[in-house]
């Protein structure tokens, strides 16, 4: 006599169960982050990012005075992003897991204590504000729709499911997505899809950038830089 397999739970209830898994390890590994943090020293953190130090170039020379990134270049910001990411990103560009001809050697010549300081640094800054919304004409298709509902068609969850509402980032290990510039957004996933960037927990970013169109990295890109969130209250 054979057996008859119990039923595969619904779609929806499968996604819980692997945020809900997500979650754990998330809860996991955010005591140790924490604990690489322990001692930094905000104050010495802002003196390396206007001056630099021991050879360092001054990190507001691409990322500006407040952290604020330039879009124009594509600089990153980094001013209200987790101290753990910030941590995270500056190990990994000195180990080389994470690629960057800029960082990695900056990187590399930071001391422990150093990047422990940068990220308290620029964790105390503050995060992206929506000074002004763009009217809806002007932001471009799909873009709100990835960030807030995905595209399940194609297997492509919420951006804000995991980087938290307004993509506002959640501590420890997802940033905040919202005011980076297009050109930096597009460049990572790009990376992601291409293979060269793959410091993401369990690959979760690569799963999703291998299944986004050039026109979806495009418009998620663009809607991020200024999004424009309905009914947010100020």
Known sequence: MTSTPPPRPPLPLQRHARAGRLTAWAVLVAGASLANLAHADRAAGATIARQGAGGITACMACHGAQGEGQAAAG??????????????QLQD???????????????????AQQMRDLSEHYASLPGWKAEAKPAAAAQPAGGARLAMAGNWDAGIPACFACHGPDGAGVPPHFPALTGQPNAY???QLKAWQAGTRGNDPQGLMKSVADKMSDAEINAISEYLETPSFYGRRE
């Open 75 to 88: 600089f990153p910001r980094l001013a209200g992003q987790g101290q753990a990411y910030l941590l995270k």
């Open 93 to 111: 560009f000195a180990s080389g897991q994470r690629k960057n001809p800029q960082m990695e050697p900056i990187a590399r010549a930071l001391s």
């Open 185 to 187: 957004t597009r460049a």
